[in-house]
């Protein structure tokens, strides 16, 4: 059985502004080192990461809508998510 991962970075740019990517992956680990390699999203490149949120899933399927759902929320909202799975 697989494990599905959605997660939040938060994003710092060189001049500070913070930003949030949502991506999904099968491997959590490899998927962040690849971002901070710079062999992620392109968003991400150069710029300072920090895992903020995720979830597990059993299957990609449920994973994907996950992230979807996730990519259309404001970026308050997704603060207020961060901030709910911290408490």
Do not use: P, W
């Not at 299957?59 to 404001?74: G, L, P, Q, V, Y």
């Amino acid at each position: 059985m697989s494990i599905f991962y959605v997660y939040i970075l938060e994003v710092s740019s060189k001049r500070g502004k913070k930003s949030y990517y949502t991506g999904y992956t099968n491997n959590l680990h490899r998927r962040l080192s690849e971002h901070r390699n710079g062999t992620g999203a392109k968003f991400c490149r150069s710029k300072k990461i920090e895992l903020k949120y995720y979830e597990t899933f059993t299957d990609r399927k449920s994973a994907m809508r996950r992230e979807i759902e996730i990519k259309s929320f404001t970026k308050q909202k997704k603060k207020e998510l961060i901030t709910a799975s911290a408490e």
